[in-house]
């Protein structure tokens, strides 16, 4: 426990050893803490510094890289946002005066050591990030990556992570309308567990987070503070993980969802009273993040009293309080007019409030007192900014051997290969894990099960709703790290694109090993640049993001898994295309849109049939996804729609008959000279689409117009059989298949409600 150690003391005390290494400083960090504050800092501020100079919240070795998203945005792109990047979170203008806001977050480490509520404070955390916006959150999504389905570990970490997401969203009465779930060897002993939020609000309602006007109050609000999370994601997400790290119980927060329930309602009522001027999440780096970010961004300075903070723990600090993660906080500058009502209306949800400091006009400079005794006298500029950091990059040495590789072993035997392929832990059914959150709660989810991207009505007048996708695949980018991003947004446009809306912004979470590592960083600049060039040319605003980086144990870092969001609109939610075909006597003509190509390197298939992870990834040209994406919006003839993806035409095709057992008679041929090629390869850009008959030619004729290949590929039938090259299978066989294999491996732990075994 640290002292409480004052300016005074500091002062007279120059030579007194700090644990500065311990909190995760190097030498030269420490030393100009002491040059920017021409003393030694007191325990308070050593805290402060080193939580707010942390990776995880100022993104020092990222700052460099993540400007090329600013270099790039075009004044068009920009226009699309009313918040962008440095902002809680991303804000887009969807008409008639709504807006929408959503970002994704990770929550990898503490997901590891302590899954339940690593995972469940990551769902909190992200929702507080939408609600600082003025919004109310309406879902949440995740993005669940763990070592092979079948490693103890892994029985350890997913059976808590999917209770954490579920237990926290569900309780918070937010429907989980998507997300994907990645088994790879990569993710053992360090799992990603990257949660989205996504909220809605009026235009005129935006708030951001700054402090400004002096005489302002500052409000603490929420759950009361308490030792939990005292150098959680701050410091659990700058560091690697080794032996034994999975015990790090104490830097994990404690969330309570029903707590956080009542804050959003609260939140809520004080936006619209009026009286909020600017507001902050208290998330990673607890209040010391919180209220330095509010100073730095604002017009003047502050000064905060710690002695008026509500706790739940007897005796602490200056420096525990500051940086303890405990959730369900948030911080807010009110003027001292509306202080009273303000007060009223945390009263009446039972909210805890209580003012906690002022600003100031004495610009930037950020006091902090505790015990009556000054404990932090700094310029808030300088807690907020961080270091910048050029960490040496370079391309690996091992990188163009890996490329050139490129094994795929093609099996002789077609149904097999593709019963094989769906019952693997890459393809199989999730239905263990997304049975364990409610989808539609609210009762404005169109989409989410089995779903290209989930939907969601926003206004019951209008009809007018959101699609949201993220997508990320860590086999491609170590293949290619600029081709990888770029894919995983093609993808996920894609899946908006497939429901019938237009995307119109981006977001993302960068998942990557140590920035000291060369190659790692390498990896890193090469995904932004790939992330923000494919952003420009699709002409689409990056919204913002989060940076993981120590992701490794050891010395061996995960994939480089950069997960990208997006985000489209959809005039009327009663056309969103279904990627289901219906359940109906008259045949529906199915159309592959797009060219397939001999792609395999990075595949589902080269990982299922042992051929390792070598070649090239797939190449996508952006162009096409925009004609795709012009082809479907507003298209009223289409019976379902669902882009192509990992495991290729073939399980997109199955994936289509599953729901209904609607059989189809394919033509591999239109699609592909080998079968195997036709069936599996992972080529970009492509789409297959159903419509009755009557519609075919016109939907070719637009295929034509807009420059896609279109080849009518088979049509259904009411036999529930999927036929090809020469083989039959039923429908219900494949799924059967398809069905078995997480219940298999995990039925053990459903219902699985709490902590680490």
């Known amino acids: 426990m640290f002292t409480n150690d004052t300016v005074d003391n500091a002062q007279g005390t120059p030579e007194l050893e700090q644990p500065y290494v311990e909190l995760g400083l190097k030498d030269d960090e420490y030393q100009k803490i002491k040059d920017i504050l021409g003393r030694r800092p007191t325990d308070a501020e050593l805290t402060v510094y080193s939580v707010m100079w942390s990776e995880h919240c100022s993104y020092k070795s990222s700052k460099v890289h993540l400007r090329y998203f600013g270099e790039t945005m075009t004044e068009e792109m920009g226009s699309k946002l009313l918040a962008g990047i440095g902002e809680n979170a991303g804000v887009v203008d969807i008409g008639d005066g709504n807006a929408v806001t959503f970002r994704v977050e990770s929550h990898n480490h503490p997901s590891y050591v302590e899954p339940y509520q690593g995972a469940a404070t990551g769902v909190g955390g992200i929702v507080r990030d939408i609600m600082a916006m003025g919004a109310r959150p309406i879902a949440v999504m995740d993005q669940l990556r763990f070592g092979p389905a079948d490693a103890p570990d892994t029985s350890r970490v997913l059976p808590g992570v999917v209770s954490g997401i579920g237990g926290y969203g569900n309780s918070l009465g937010l429907p989980n309308i998507g997300g994907e779930t990645v ?325 993302n979470c960068l998942n990557f090993g140590s920035p000291e590592n060369p190659d790692v960083m390498w990896q890193f600049r090469e995904a932004v640049h790939g992330l923000a060039d494919g952003a420009v040319e699709l002409n689409i605003p990056v919204s913002g993001g989060n940076v993981s980086f120590y992701n490794q144990t050891g010395e061996t870092p995960i994939l480089p898994t950069p997960v990208v969001g997006v985000l489209g609109v959809i005039n009327d939610v009663a056309e969103t295309h279904s990627p289901d075909l219906l359940a109906i006597e008259e045949p529906q003509v199915l159309i592959a849109l797009g060219e397939t190509k001999e792609e395999f390197g990075g595949s589902i298939y080269q990982q299922v049939f042992g051929g390792g992870l070598s070649g090239l990834p797939p190449q996508v040209d952006l162009a096409n996804e925009e004609k795709l994406a012009e082809f479907l919006v507003d298209n009223t003839a289409l019976t379902a ?117």
């Not at 035997?413 to 593709?418: E, S, T, V």
Request: aromatic share 6%.
């Open 183 to 507: 088994f790879d060897e990569a993710y053992l002993g360090n799992p990603l567990v990257n949660a989205l939020c996504v909220g809605t609000l009026k235009v005129e309602d935006l708030k951001l987070a700054f402090a400004s006007g002096a005489g302002n109050k500052v409000m603490l609000f929420g759950s009361r503070t308490g030792l939990d999370g005292i150098g959680g994601v701050s410091v659990l997400g700058s560091a690697s993980f080794e032996e034994g790290e999975e015990r790090k119980l104490p830097a994990v927060q404690v969330g309570d969802p029903f707590a956080e329930k009542v804050l959003i309602e609260c939140c809520l009522e004080l936006y619209q009273a009026g009286v909020v001027v600017g507001i902050q999440d208290l998330g990673g780096g607890g209040l010391a993040c919180a209220t330095s970010e509010l100073a730095a961004a604002g017009d003047g300075g502050m000064t905060v009293n710690l002695d008026n903070v509500p706790l739940r723990a007897e005796n602490m600090s200056a420096a525990e309080i500051l940086a303890s993660e405990s959730q369900e906080r948030m911080c807010a500058v009110v003027t001292p007019e509306n202080m009273q009502k303000f007060k009223d209306i945390c009263n009446k949800w039972d909210v805890t409030v209580a003012e906690i400091g002022e600003v100031t006009a004495d610009k930037d400079r950020y006091l902090v007192y505790h015990q009556g005794e000054l404990v932090i006298d700094a310029p808030a500029s300088t807690i907020d900014e961080g270091p910048v950091y050029e960490r040496p990059y370079a391309r690996p040495q091992w990188q163009d051997e890996v490329q050139e590789q490129g094994v795929v072993d093609k099996q002789e035997d077609l149904k097999q290969a593709l019963l094989d392929m769906v019952a693997s832990s890459a393809l199989c059914s999730r239905d263990y894990i997304t049975e364990q959150y409610d989808r539609y709660v609210r009762g404005n989810t169109v989409q989410a099960k089995h779903a290209d991207a989930g939907v969601l009505r926003i206004d019951e007048e209008t009809g007018r709703g959101v699609a949201i996708s993220a997508d990320a695949s860590g086999r491609y980018t170590y293949l290619d790290p600029n081709m990888g991003a770029r894919l995983a947004l093609a993808e996920a446009y894609r899946n908006v694109a497939s429901t019938g809306a237009r995307p119109v912004a981006v977001t």
């Open 641 to 757: 729609a669902h882009d192509v993806s990992e495991g290729g035409l073939g399980v997109t095709v199955f994936e289509m008959a599953k729901r209904n057992g609607v059989g189809v008679d394919l033509d591999l041929a239109a699609v592909h000279a080998d079968p195997t090629t036709a069936l599996f390869s992972e080529s970009a850009s492509r789409v297959v689409i159903a419509a009755t008959a009557d519609h075919v030619d016109a939907l070719l004729a637009r295929a034509a117009e807009l420059g896609i290949p279109a080849a009518q590929i088979g049509t259904t039938n009411t036999t529930g059989t999927l036929s090809f090259a020469g083989v039959e299978v039923s429908v219900d066989e494949v799924t059967q298949a398809w069905s078995n294999t997480l219940p298999e491996l995990f039925g053990h732990a459903v219902g699985a409600n709490s902590v680490v075994e």
